[in-house]
């Protein structure tokens, strides 16, 4: 039921939800008047007003029973008691014990590696909340497990276009979102995977490699273990690259929400591997399904939001530099090797990985380019980015660059990466 505003309370009982889609122009504000309720895992505090921004899709649980008092218009809001969060949260309880058990071992005892939980399944089954409620719940219990989000469509670390991890150290803000400044983030420049299947496999890797060290030294964060979050592409390719994520992580937990299919394919290809444990749950009635042009809207929010802060709290910088200023670079697409060096009818193929440097011109308005950490152009494609620049203006004659960057003073490195993201500034 859609509510045109003003103050209103609703009762909920013990194990319901109330499922709420925030109107599309105007903020809501809700607070808990009595009893206790949580969202995506983390708990409201008592009487305070918080406000949700437009379209934001959520849900306000209670274990025990609670009263919520909601101030704002929304698209639709209704409770249901049927959630599967009994079963999220027996999932949350093995993990505990197995956090419990790796603590006190020794780092080189292969236990002392907390569970390592990969949850997978098609788009919209509820992916991201699943992984935000167990990392909540781990938190809040004192563990500081690791987030890995490799969905490079939505981005629940950072812009869209990049796989990334950090650690969670307390339970993730309802309306904030994940803390944005500590991440280590890998560009991989598109929001489609098919676009380079190759490249989005080594940066996984890449990723991997730097968590494992990350982790391997800091006895906690072993024991919390991690939360990979991944795509909805479930079929063929997209199969293969959860497999290959499964593998590269090490994962010892597979979550499979929502399809029996996938289930039963992933346990059949690892069962082999002794200590892998797959298991099926279902997805949540709650979980909206989102059209792409909703998901090109949402990219476009947190593009918005990375400059310009959730709240428009944050202040962008304007920059004007020499094109002499930097180097950018597109990874992928050129040929492999020129057509005289193969066998006559031989196509060249694109080599995934080749790293091709950009001319700078007016191609590059409107996009985003990612700044590098690399010291060397070869290091580009192995390196994490620092952060992003959103192209505004490129001045031909000038041989000048315009481009708006978090804050002001010079870019932490001169190696840019281009791809196909791009924003509309609105
Ligand atoms: P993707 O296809 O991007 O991988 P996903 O499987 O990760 O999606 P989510 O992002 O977790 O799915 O959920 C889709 C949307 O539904 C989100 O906006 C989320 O906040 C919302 N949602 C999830 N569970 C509920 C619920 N119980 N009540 C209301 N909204 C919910």
Redesign the pocket.
Known sequence: MAHGGGARQVKLDRES?L??EVGNDAPLKLRLLNGTAEIFGTELPPDFWLTFPPRL???VFTWNGATIEMDGSTETDYTADE?PNISYVNVHAVLEERRHRAKPLPPDDPNSQGPRVIVV?P????????SKMLLSWAAKKGWKPTFVDL?I??GAITIPGCIAATPIEMPIDPVEGIPLDIPLVYFYGHTTPSNNVDLYKVLVKELAQVVERQISGNAESRASGMVI?T??WIEGQGYELLLHAIDTFNANVVLV?GQEKLWSMIRNVLKNKPGVDVVKLQK?G???S?NAKFRQKSRSHRIREYFYGLANDLSPHSNIANFSDFSVFRIGGGPQAPRSALPIGAEPAADPLRLAPVNINRDLLHTILAVSFAKEPDQIISSNVAGFVFVTDVDIQRKTITYLAPSAGELPSKYLIAGTVTWLET
Do not use: C, H, W, Y
């Open positions: 939800e499922r709420i899709k959520f849900a959630t399944g788009t919209d089954s509820g992916k991201s909340t699943l969905d469509g939505q979050n795509m909805g929400l949540s709650g979980v909206v989102r």
